[in-house]
């Protein structure tokens, strides 16, 4: 006689350290194994796309920082290209590289937060998320050396960036580029041959090729099943046509690729920041001559980069007045985490906060 | 750099295998039918030579007089976009076919649209607000919505 089972239904969150923010799961399971998971979200909604559309364009910039505040200068940027797309603004040399300069510190602080947070998920308590703590904080000081901020930079403007960057800047980061290729070395050695990191990784919460495709899942965690794309490399925006770079793709699509995509793609950061350093003009305009209130004509863009987590889009649509008529955010994140069901139904509880670890996303962006 | 495929060439191919479904097209978009929207997307999705088999972005505008609800396709294999967009008149009951079955990104984004806008998806798996609460009033995206 077969013995009567029931599911048995657990909460996961909205206050839980492995949710990474205000994050419910409400998890299905038969004994320990996961049979359904469903996220619910909302809990971090502040309505940013209906207050954007009672600001001017500059005034939305500092809303758009509270996306992804892990890395929020991407999130300017993400909006200020569709703005200067529907406005027709061209953007000076100098403060296209400072924006380059950013976007790939802010991918490097990202990462920084996501390993060592994703460390933390699979019982390394401490040391790597310290370590790589340790790191980003030199970033954050660069950052606040040039805007006065740490968190919350409200840097990029629609046609350049606020400010430009002062002396102490470029020596500091040079230092930080030399540093880095070293850091990254011990951090790999650390980590890599781990024989506990490697079996609770490996082989765990696999996400095939087509499934993320078909979900639309971008960044880190698309690149990870082996797709290789880029919107870099794929569709520039900015210059980064000048760079020469690689884009690192995983194999098998575990928990294991994504971490590996992730630190392979800090030394292309770093390998980016090194060409960019030389690059850079010395002198120049570091903003287009925009209007403080600019009407940009009656229509529609969208603009994308490759943020840290994956394609960020701003849709914009224009009426021909001082306010945008709508802001529709895309982020990577809340994409990312429609696979969380595909990756870890079928393996237990513990190894969820690392699937979920591994996805690496972030609340602000996913509630918006 | 990803091609923008002109909505023009690419209207008049889906006028000839889904005949009437094509309302008008210009350089970068095309407009759909709401009612023939899933035949299209299938057709997009599954033709050998577009091949959209990614969904960038869905999202709705409301335009106080319709909404306008916009899809963004990309082809991974041939590196090329499209804009897809439909309206929607109805205010009260606007009703659109669901294409979560073709591009399960759209899942949360649809709910997403149902919870802002009030967009009703037909063949929606699990239609529910997303972002805002069980029991909450009106929809907030909408012009109207203070």
């Known amino acids: 006689m077969p013995i009567k089972t029931e599911p048995f239904y657990l909460n996961l969150g909205p206050q839980h350290p492995s949710t990474h923010g205000v994050f419910r799961l409400r998890v299905e399971l038969d004994g320990e194994v996961i049979v359904n998971v469903e996220p619910i979200i909302g809990y971090l909604h502040r309505g940013i796309e209906k207050l954007a559309e009672t600001r001017t364009y500059t005034q939305v910039i500092p809303l758009t920082d509270r996306l992804d505040y892990v890395a929020s200068m991407t999130n300017n940027l993400a909006y200020c290209l569709s703005v200067e797309k529907l406005a027709g603004i061209k953007v000076p040399e100098r403060a296209e590289y400072l924006r380059v300069i950013f976007s790939e510190l802010m991918r490097l602080a990202n990462h920084f ?35 006065g901020q740490r968190l919350l930079f409200n840097y990029m403007r629609v046609g350049g960036v606020s400010q430009d960057v002062p002396e102490e800047f470029m020596p500091a980061l040079k230092k930080f580029v030399a540093e880095m290729p070293k850091f990254i070395g011990e951090y790999e050695q650390l980590i890599k041959q781990n024989e506990i990191f490697l079996a609770r990784t490996k082989g765990v919460g696999i996400l095939p090729k087509e499934t993320a495709i078909n979900i639309g899942a971008s960044g880190p965690v698309l690149r990870g099943s082996g797709v290789n794309w880029d919107i870099r490399k794929k569709d520039p925006y900015s210059i980064y046509e000048r760079f020469d770079f690689e884009v690192p793709t995983g194999e098998v699509g575990d928990c294991y ?43 529609e863009a969208y603009g994308h980069i490759e943020a840290p987590k994956g394609n960020l889009g701003f849709y914009v649509v224009s009426d021909g007045s001082i306010a945008p008529y709508r802001v529709h955010i895309f982020p990577p994140s809340l994409i990312n985490v429609t696979a969380l069901a595909d990756m870890a139904i079928g393996w237990k509880v513990a190894d969820l906060i690392i699937v979920f670890g591994s996805i690496d996303v972030v609340l602000g962006e996913i509630d918006r | 750099m990803t091609v923008v495929t002109s909505g023009e060439d690419l209207a008049k191919k889906i006028a000839e295998a889904i005949p009437g479904s094509v309302i008008s097209s210009d350089k970068t978009s095309v407009m759909v039918d709401a009612a023939k929207l899933a035949q299209v997307a299938e057709f997009l999705k599954n033709t050998p030579g577009l091949d959209f088999n990614y969904l960038n972005f869905a999202t709705a505008v409301d335009y106080i007089d319709y909404f306008e609800l916009v899809y963004r396709l990309l ?27 073709l591009w399960r990104g759209a899942y949360f984004q649809e709910r997403e649209m149902f919870d802002m806008f009030g967009i009703k998806f037909e063949g929606h798996p699990d239609l529910r607000r997303l972002l805002t609460w069980e029991g909450f009033k009106g929809y907030p995206l909408r012009r109207d919505y203070l």
Not at chain 1, 120 to 142: F, H, Q, S
Not at chain 1, 278 to 283: G, R, Y
Not at chain 1, 287 to 299: E, K, L, M
Not at chain 2, 76 to 86: A, D, F, I
Request: net charge positive; proline share 8%; glycine share 4%.
């Open chain 1, 113 to 147: 937060l996501a390993i060592g947070a994703f460390l933390n998920d699979c019982g390394a308590l401490a040391t790597p998320l310290i370590y790589m703590w340790r790191e980003r904080e030199k970033i954050v000081d660069l950052c606040e050396m040039t805007c």
């Open chain 1, 257 to 299: 690729d994504r971490f590996w995509v992730r630190l392979r793609e800090m030394r292309q950061s770093v390998r980016i920041l090194e060409q960019a350093i030389v690059q850079i003009p010395a002198k120049g305009p570091i903003r287009a001559d925009v209007p403080q209130f600019f009407r940009p004509p009656a229509g």
């Open chain 2, 75 to 101: 082809s991974m294999e041939h590196n090329h976009s499209l804009v897809l967009k439909t309206r929607c008149y109805d205010r009260e009951n606007p009703t659109v076919p669901s294409i979560v079955s």
